[in-house]
C-alpha cells in the first residue's frame, strides 16, 4: 500500500508486486478532509478512510512519504499530523512501514531524484499500464510511493538478511 499523506488530501493506492519490476495497480483514491473542519475531526476522517482502505484490502506492507520541510510550517505540521494517524493505523495491525523521500521515490520510478509532478504522473500511467493517468497528483503519488517499495524491496530484505547474519552489506 503505498500512502502520500496530506490532511486535505491523502493519497491512497494498493499494487501487487509480480515477477521482477512488474507492478500491478489494484486501486487508488484519494481522502479528503473539509478544510473548514477542527483538526481532531479531520484526523479522525482520515483515520476512519485509512482504516477502511487496511480492512479492505489487507496490505503486507505500506509505503508513506517521509514528511520534510517544504517551508510552511503550517503545511508541514498538518502533514506530520496525517503521517502519524496513517503510521498509526499500520503500526496497528503489525504492518511493517517503510518511508521514503520524495527525491527517493523519484529517482526509483523515474531514474531522476528532480522529476516533476507530470513527468512521475506519466511514468506511473506506463509502469502500471494504466488507460489515463490517476488524478489528481496525490493519487499518482502514492502510485509511485507503492511501486518505490515494490522494486526497492529486494535490495532492503537483503541488506536486513546481510546484517542480521552478521556480514557486510558494502
Known amino acids: 500500500m503505498g500512502i502520500d499523506p496530506g490532511l486535505t488530501r491523502c493519497g491512497l493506492s494498493v499494487v501487487q508486486a509480480g515477477r521482477g ?27 476512519n478512510a485509512v482504516n477502511e482502505w487496511m480492512d479492505d484490502y489487507r496490505p503486507d506492507v505500506v509505503a508513506v512519504e517521509r514528511v520534510f520541510e517544504r517551508g510552511n510550517v503550517s503545511t508541514v505540521i498538518h502533514t506530520a499530523h496525517a503521517s502519524g494517524v496513517l503510521v498509526l493505523a499500520a503500526a496497528q495491525r503489525g504492518i511493517p512501514v517503510h518511508m521514503y523521500t520524495p527525491s527517493e521515490v523519484k529517482k526509483a520510478v523515474s531514474g531522476n531524484g528532480r522529476a516533476d509532478k507530470r513527468q512521475m504522473t506519466s511514468m506511473i500511467t506506463r509502469i502500471l499500464g494504466l488507460s489515463e493517468p490517476p488524478k489528481p497528483a496525490d493519487a499518482a503519488d502514492a502510485l509511485a510511493l507503492a511501486v518505490c517499495h515494490c522494486w526497492r524491496a529486494p535490495l532492503l530484505a537483503r541488506t536486513a538478511a546481510l546484517l542480521n547474519s552478521g556480514g557486510d552489506p558494502s
Do not use: F, I, M, N
Open 21 to 47: 519490476r512488474e507492478v500491478l495497480p489494484v486501486a487508488v483514491g484519494v481522502v479528503r478532509t473539509p478544510t473548514g473542519e477542527e483538526l481532531p475531526d479531520r484526523l479522525l476522517r482520515l483515520s
